[in-house]
């Protein structure tokens, strides 16, 4: 197996050279850049790699620029100092994310996850894949404060919508119950499957699983019918009634 290193911090770079020669001395490392730049000149000289190992953050600006000027076709593993990138990174072709200081057992079993992946399947779409792994990277379980100091786990599949009430966030749950958040609902678009949730307007996100109907509604408005009580009615707009509709058909 042939692998390409984009990593702009050397003692990172040695590290990970080291720990692959501990838990794969299979693998040859084929080419080592440190740049947005330096990496596209290797991919335009040389054939693509079975995999690349990528820093996110590079010196002349984020590695995931890579990807919107070249098109790369085997599978990454992330490495870098920062959890917060890691949704952006199943976007792309992403089947691990590994934290710096990067360990011999994290790194084994990223390669395992790897080796598991594609075979007995060579031909597999890594596209594909990514969009599976990026399920499994949505938040899919909270804890709820209650009164008396307690939590309640709650999952996001029991969730029908969320809606903005006094300027608090609040959860409609199916078994009734009116659930408080601490989130945003710009955080919680961000951190829930956009295939199952859907931000019909400032006041509320609704899941795909609570829509019972749709109404024409005034200036080519949408009304959202849900199977649950809603302290308003939820309007698309005309301007996002489309995209609404796209989602509705995904």
């Not at 003692?11 to 050279?17: D, G, T, V, Y």
């Not at 779409?125 to 499994?136: F, K, M, N, S, T």
């Not at 966030?169 to 919680?188: C, H, I």
């Not at 307007?201 to 080519?220: M, S, T």
Request: charged content about 25%; proline content about 6%.
């Amino acid at each position: 197996m042939n692998a390409l290193i984009v990593e702009d911090e050397k003692a990172a770079l040695r590290n990970l050279k080291a720990l692959l020669a501990q838990v794969a001395p299979a693998l040859h490392v084929a080419g080592e850049t440190d740049s947005i730049a330096d990496t596209l000149d290797w991919l335009a000289d040389h054939p693509c790699p079975d995999l690349v190992f990528m820093d996110i953050q590079l010196a002349d600006g984020p590695a995931f620029d890579i990807f919107d000027r070249t098109d790369i076709g085997c599978p990454v593993i992330f490495t870098t100092a920062y959890d917060e990138y890691a949704l952006k990174a199943f976007g792309v072709n992403s089947i691990d994310y590994l934290l710096k200081p990067i360990n011999a057992d994290d790194l084994a079993r990223a390669l395992d996850k790897l080796q598991r992946l594609t075979h007995p399947l060579p031909g597999r779409d890594y596209r594909r894949l990514a969009g599976e792994l990026r399920q499994a990277a949505y938040q899919n379980h909270f804890l709820v404060p209650l009164k008396g100091n307690k939590y309640l786990p709650v999952s996001a599949d029991s969730l029908l919508y969320f809606y903005i009430s006094g300027g608090t966030v609040k959860a409609m749950d199916e078994n009734g119950r009116e659930l408080p958040f601490a989130q945003t609902l710009d955080e919680l678009a961000d951190c829930l499957d956009p295939h199952r949730f859907f931000r019909a307007n400032r006041q509320f996100l609704i899941a795909r699983k609570a829509i019972c109907d749709i109404d024409l509604w005034f200036n080519g408005r949408l009304a959202v019918n849900l199977v649950c009580p809603t302290p308003e009615k939820v309007l698309i707009s005309k301007a996002k009634a489309a995209e609404f509709k796209q989602w509705l058909t995904e």
